[in-house]
């Protein structure tokens, strides 16, 4: 209980000292040089949208008895709507794999008039409404010639995105995952030790250490930076994801059929997962940098035993990284049960599968290993803390004796 | 009074350096104890192990009645040598935050702070920032955040120094009003005169060991009462080394000795006889530096020998 209270304490000072700075607002906001970056990019990529809008079509694949029919109610649509170039053939619709993955190909119709199948990038396209009116006017035609009142046509509608490319699509949502993942657990994780360089220097740990019980001061500042972490993804998920949903209802039917990608586990789950794998991360990480950080004395200490810990991490990084580029393969599996590379690994693996137990496995998985981590550190934290001697703790070369003496 | 700590044969290595060799000591409930020594002599490694800050390598300690001393830390209040407090935030929350962490709630914590910096001639400091106090304030804050949960036991480690006279005299009678409260405290100093005024007790360390172990009455009474003698008229030396005791010194046309088991009247005769006459006479008893000063010192030529 005095752990769980101390914890709390030191977790509260942690963060509203973080928090209630003008200088969090700059760490807040220090992404917005990576996003002004995109931006510069993101122009780029928009004038090359602009000029593939010239090549922009929409294609009705028909039986060859109503292709003029079809052309025919084409011309008499298009006087009072401008849809994209229409491009009609007759034949099947064997070629629907190579359209689809044409981004320039808005809305494919197939069938016949009277039952035609229309596969668009986005549900409800004002492309596949088009085809869909086209395919009635065409129907109503030819019962007008047989005098019958009923109904003319019946369509099917369907997204482009379940027919193409939406594996590699799925893979590229792991892998973006997997990246947002390892960079925010790294920048989050190694703050922590920042805070506790500071609290070395200028002697508040001896306090702390007299005062309450060094566990709870450990995951005091462990929750400490958690808060400052959860604070950080959850503003930028909200201003990203809002930011995101208003550029989509923007954007062209093209650029933004580009977008329709759905994570095999469906968002929610994938959010959910994300956010928890994410706290997997930053626990495993920031545990092992409190605990390697209170070795250190100063900020260069501080740099020298971070390094190593950085380049694993970077390991774990490739390691997810190709988990999440070849989805059931042995690398996956390796990555997805190795304890410092299972929360990316796993987070990719929620982008291309769409089962939920794996992930519940994997969470009790890291769970356990967070457990051990952070006892261990804890270990760690406190023989270098205090330097107890009969802790088992270490030192930096010819450091130990120079702290000890009073 | 029962005792609230009791540490026997406690003893520390920092690698081939020996901080604190074997020391026992017992403290009793409501009193003032002194841990005196030279620099590096161990007391703040003592005190350390006492609060179980640290390990000790042997011996045991029992701190309030528990063998386990982090197990009672929220009883106690800790002034350590090297100050610590957060550069930014404010001497009101620096001190709600040492006492959130021995337990009491944040609002409590911040009320006593206004009402405690009040009574020390501090009242415009609480909402300033840490980083704004001087020196000194910024002392007073730290020990504040120390007693502001009124501890049982206070462990102050040098805690005057880098105070003017003034919050010196402050900080003493703030001492003295917890002893009262029936506070325990343990103070830490190798400032003679305020452990003179202070401490009920105290404990000698030097090189790790302690070399004594009593009230500070018994520490001066190691030594001698020293006599301060002025002739009216002086004689040559050879002839006042004669009369006088041996290792009489001569300092500013005063001598300086110890007082003789028979007294002072034989000697005094003496030199009314040999027409040496009385312009000056006192008879001191030694203060706490001189003992000090005579226990460190035969500690150290132990040592060497």
Known sequence: MRVLRSALVVARRDFTSIVLTPTFLLFLLAPLMMIGFAAIGGTGAGQLAQHAGASERIIAIVPSEQLRAFAAADTQLRRVSGPPRLVISAGQDTRIGALGRDPNVLAILT????????????????????????????????????????????????????????????????????????????????????????????????????????????????????????????????????????????????????FNLTPAIGWPWFIALATLYFLSAFLL???????????????????????????????????????ANAPGTIWASVAQWLPWSSPFAMAARGATDARIWPHIVALGWQAIWIAITIALSVRLFRAGVLRSGSGGGWSLPGRRRANNHP | ????????????????????????????????????????????????????????????????????????????????????????????DSIAFMGALRGLSWAEGRKRADVRLETLGLGHAPGMKVRKLS??????????????????????????????????????????????????????????????????????????????????EQARALLPMAVRYRPRVDGDAAEMERLLPDGATRQDGEWRFALADDGVEPLLSALVAAHHGVEGLAIERPGLHEAFVHIVGKAAAEKAS
């Open chain 1, 285 to 323: 990480l920031g545990s092992v940098f409190l605990g390697v950080g209170a070795q250190a004395n100063t900020v260069r200490e501080i740099q020298m035993l971070s390094l190593p810990i950085t380049f694993f991490q970077v390991g774990m990084f490739s390691l997810a990284s190709a988990a």
């Open chain 2, 135 to 216: 020196k000194g304030m910024a002392q007073m804050v730290q020990l504040v955040g120390a007693l502001i949960h009124d501890p049982e036991l206070i462990v102050l480690d040098e805690p005057f120094s880098g105070l003017d006279p003034v919050n010196q005299e402050r900080l003493e009678a703030l001492v003295r009003a917890e002893r009262d409260r029936g506070a325990t405290i343990i103070l830490s100093t190798h400032v003679m005169a305020h452990a003179q005024r202070l401490c009920d007790e105290l404990a000698i360390i030097a090189g790790g060991r302690r070399h004594f172990l009593g009230s500070v």
């Open chain 2, 1 to 92: 009074m029962s005792d609230v700590v009791v540490a026997t044969g406690l003893g520390k290595r920092f690698g081939d350096y020996r901080a604190v060799d074997g020391v026992s000591l017992s403290i009793a409930r409501g009193s003032i104890f002194g841990v005196l020594g030279p620099n590096g002599a161990g007391k703040t490694t003592l005190l350390r192990m006492l609060m179980g800050v640290i390990d000790p390598d042997t011996g045991t300690r029992s701190l309030l009645g528990s063998d386990r001393p982090r197990d009672v830390a929220h009883l106690i209040g800790y002034l350590p040598e090297e100050r610590g407090l957060y550069p930014s935030m404010t001497a009101r």
């Open chain 1, 111 to 258: 069938g016949s008039a009277e039952r035609p199948r229309i596969l668009e990038r986005a549900p409800n396209s004002y492309a596949g409404r088009y085809l869909a009116t086209l395919a009635e006017t065409v129907a109503r035609q030819g019962l007008a010639r047989a005098a019958d009142t009923h109904a003319a046509s019946n369509a099917r509608f369907e997204t482009i995105a379940s027919i193409g490319t939406a594996r590699a699509a799925q893979s590229g949502l792991g892998y973006g995952a997997v990246f947002l993942l390892f960079l925010l657990s790294l920048l989050l994780g190694g703050q922590t030790v920042g805070m506790l360089a500071e609290e070395k220097g200028n002697k508040v740990i001896e306090i702390m250490a007299a005062a309450a019980p060094l566990e709870g001061v450990f995951l005091g500042k462990l929750i400490g930076m958690l808060g400052v972490a959860l604070l950080f993804v959850t503003f930028w998920v909200c201003l990203i994801g809002g930011g995101l949903l208003f550029v989509h209802a923007q954007m062209p039917e093209n650029v933004a059929g580009l």
